[in-house]
């Protein structure tokens, strides 16, 4: 999950300064953790603890309120009873990695991922990319193959996965639904060859960066093994210390670190 977060920090200089090349500092002065790497440590610390993700979500999205929530999901956090709200919004992809590295089958996955997302992100589409994104993430530190994982994600969600980094990213431009980011941050690690080409792949398409590199940091973080020291290093110094406790703890409990 530590390649979630990493992807979304990397990422977060341009969600709004779009790029379309590989050719990027992974880090710099303004790169910061936002609502990804808080919900992504919410999902972790549900994990942990009681399985509660609703509530591990909203104590930790009310603790780090300025963390760059979307209108509708600021909303929800700031009710006195939240309810879900039909969303499709890809917020429900890029929180759930967690639930691939924790649990050990696919039904256990898919009934996890799910319960990631009902709470807010009830709508089908909602469910779905997340669903996708923590079974993506199951089936590679489980010793698929990318062609088995693509053939594995795109028969049982319908997703077109026979498309490259280059062919999507003249056309692709800023969305935050699932159905037009959990797709093409799959292809993203689907196309690489390292940790850090996925991320490069995400953030190059140009489009909601942090959301798909964090998404893309999971898959690839769970494919290809630990995260370079460099990497893990710069993490830990941009993470709040309470973040990255519940990320350390999790990685250690479920032997991703």
Not at 112 to 128: L, M, N, S, V, Y
Not at 228 to 239: F, M, N, S, T
């Amino acid at each position: 999950m530590i390649g979630a977060i990493a992807g979304d920090i990397i990422g977060s200089v341009y969600e709004f300064g779009h790029i379309k090349s590989k050719d990027f500092p992974l880090f710099g002065p303004e790169s910061r953790y936002t609502d990804d790497s808080v919900l992504t440590v919410a999902i972790a610390q549900a994990i942990l603890t009681d399985g509660d993700y609703r509530r591990a979500v909203l104590d930790l999205g009310r603790r780090y309120p300025d963390a760059g929530y979307g209108g509708f999901f600021r909303g929800w956090l700031d009710s006195p009873d939240p309810k879900p709200y039909n969303s499709w919004g890809n917020g429900s992809a890029m929180r759930v990695s967690p639930v691939g590295f924790a649990f050990e089958s696919v039904e256990d996955v898919l009934r996890e991922a799910q319960r990631t997302a009902e709470f807010t992100h009830d709508h089908p589409e909602g469910i779905k990319g997340a669903q996708a994104t923590a079974l993506a993430v199951f089936l590679a530190r489980t010793e698929w193959d990318m062609d088995l994982i693509r053939h594995e994600i795109a028969s049982r969600f319908g997703y077109d996965l026979d498309r490259t980094v280059d062919e999507i990213r003249p056309g692709y431009g800023f969305d935050e639904s699932c159905q037009r980011t959990v797709p093409e941050a799959i292809i993203a690690f689907l196309d690489s060859d390292s940790y850090e080409d996925a991320i490069r792949n995400a953030v190059s398409l140009g489009g909601d960066a942090d959301t798909l590199a964090c998404i893309t940091g999971g898959i690839a973080e769970a494919y290809y093994g630990t995260l370079p020291a460099v990497i893990i290093e710069r993490v830990k110094g941009i993470l709040p210390a309470d973040l990255w406790r519940v990320a350390e703890e999790f990685c250690t409990r479920y032997n991703i670190c």
